[in-house]
């Protein structure tokens, strides 16, 4: 097999898996169940890389030799024990030489794609939210993305059980009439707003459905909804103090590039910019930006420079072309 990297990025829903030549030719790119152990076990979790792998194989046309380099970008990837688990379900696959396997989080390989392999910071506000940042000597920093219990403001997730609260404050009197009441009512699917409680309870609403109702908010925001602007603003503001404490802790108050990413970005630039001028008012001259390429092909990038190949910034304008065709579900 002609020299070849392994992407991988295993969310909380779906791994995805893209194939890469040395020269930064995207070969084939497939996306498959879930790998995150935690949920369904490591033998399971192993079993899906295995069968996402083989697809993006057939796709790219080749065999199921090792790779030269892989490097996996996991969800839930916190710890080294974490790190260990992950690297020797690798091994078990023999998916490149033990030496040349890459573990970290799924946040690292966003940040890598986000910035095409340059150091910066991401800022995540999908179902959850996390800010991560690296500079050009390897430090790393986090802050946020301690879950739903602890600590995720601006995520979907947020923003949902916000339109929620917004939503029985203004029936109970303890706040101003807000849109988010009729339209939390019509998104559930329920009369009155005393029921609101057996479907969150009882039903069990999911983390992902909760989410879903993020639009709501931003929707009736847009609208001028007074409570909806004020929880928009409560959530830009708290990933903006992320990406500054991130800076400063890594030295890129002066030089800061920063990669937004995520369902909640995706609104536009009713929430884009909002952002950009809450960072820019705590980092003046940052750039900010949305993911120039996804997680996925960040991982690659991170297997590339393992093998200590760099991309040409010709190559990586002509790589973020070719993703935004390919990596269409990915």
């Given at each position: 097999?002609?020299?070849?990297?392994?992407?991988?990025d295993?969310?909380?829903t779906?791994?995805?898996?893209?194939?890469?030549?040395?020269?930064?030719?995207?070969?084939?790119?497939?996306?498959?169940?879930?790998?995150?152990?935690?949920?369904?076990?490591?033998?399971?979790?192993?079993?899906?890389?295995?069968?996402?792998?083989?697809?993006?194989?057939?796709?790219?046309?080749?065999?199921?030799?090792?790779?030269?380099?892989?490097?996996?970008?996991?969800?839930?990837?916190?710890?080294?024990?974490?790190r260990?688990?992950?690297?020797?379900?690798?091994?078990?696959?023999?998916?490149?030489?033990?030496?040349?396997?890459?573990?970290?989080?799924?946040?690292?390989?966003?940040?890598?794609?986000?910035?095409?392999?340059?150091?910066?910071?991401?800022?995540?506000?999908?179902?959850?939210?996390s800010?991560?940042?690296?500079?050009?000597?390897?430090?790393?920093?986090?802050?946020?993305?301690?879950?739903?219990?602890?600590?995720?403001?601006?995520s979907?997730?947020?923003?949902?059980?916000?339109?929620?609260?917004?939503?029985?404050?203004?029936?109970?009197?303890h706040?101003?009439p807000?849109?988010?009441?009729p339209?939390?009512?019509?998104?559930?699917?329920?009369?009155?707003?005393?029921?609101?409680?057996?479907?969150?309870?009882?039903?069990?609403?999911?983390?992902?459905?909760?989410?879903?109702?993020?639009?709501?908010?931003?929707?009736?925001?847009?609208?001028?909804?007074?409570?909806?602007?004020?929880?928009v603003?409560?959530?830009?503001q708290?990933?903006?103090?992320?990406?500054?404490?991130?800076?400063?802790?890594?030295?890129?108050?002066?030089?800061?590039?920063?990669?937004?990413?995520?369902?909640?970005?995706?609104?536009?630039?009713?929430?884009?910019?909002?952002?950009?001028?809450?960072?820019?008012?705590?980092?003046?001259?940052?750039?900010?930006?949305?993911?120039?390429?996804p997680?996925?092909?960040?991982?690659?990038?991170?297997?590339?420079?393992?093998?200590?190949?760099?991309?040409?910034?010709?190559?990586?304008?002509?790589?973020?072309?070719?993703?935004?065709?390919l990596?269409?579900?990915?």
């Amino acid at each position: 097999m002609k020299e070849c990297v392994l992407g991988i990025d295993g969310g909380g829903t779906k791994t995805r898996a893209a194939i890469m030549d040395g020269e930064g030719n995207i070969l084939g790119i497939s996306v498959g169940k879930t790998s995150n152990y935690d949920d369904i076990g490591i033998e399971a979790a192993q079993e899906n890389i295995k069968q996402v792998v083989e697809s993006a194989q057939q796709k790219a046309g080749i065999g199921n030799d090792p790779f030269q380099a892989a490097f996996l970008g996991i969800g839930g990837v916190c710890s080294e024990s974490d790190r260990a688990i992950v690297k020797r379900m690798a091994v078990n696959l023999h998916l490149a030489p033990e030496k040349e396997i890459g573990v970290d989080h799924d946040i690292r390989i966003a940040l890598a794609g986000g910035l095409s392999g340059r150091p910066g910071i991401v800022q995540i506000a999908g179902t959850g939210s996390s800010c991560y940042g690296r500079n050009a000597e390897g430090n790393s920093w986090r802050s946020g993305g301690w879950g739903p219990l602890l600590a995720d403001e601006g995520s979907g997730y947020w923003f949902g059980i916000e339109a929620m609260k917004a939503a029985t404050r203004a029936s109970d009197g303890h706040s101003q009439p807000t849109a988010l009441l009729p339209s939390v009512l019509k998104f559930l699917e329920i009369s009155n707003i005393d029921s609101i409680m057996h479907r969150v309870y009882v039903q069990k609403m999911s983390r992902s459905e909760i989410a879903s109702l993020s639009p709501l908010v931003i929707s009736a925001a847009k609208d001028g909804d007074t409570v909806s602007l004020e929880i928009v603003n409560n959530g830009i503001q708290c990933m903006a103090e992320c990406v500054s404490i991130v800076a400063q802790k890594l030295d890129l108050m002066e030089h800061c590039e920063l990669s937004l990413t995520g369902g909640v970005f995706q609104a536009g630039d009713f929430i884009i910019e909002r952002m950009r001028t809450a960072v820019q008012e705590r980092i003046p001259g940052c750039k900010v930006m949305m993911a120039e390429l996804p997680p996925v092909i960040g991982s690659c990038l991170l297997a590339l420079q393992s093998l200590k190949i760099q991309l040409s910034a010709v190559k990586i304008q002509d790589l973020q072309k070719t993703a935004a065709v390919l990596c269409t579900d990915v």
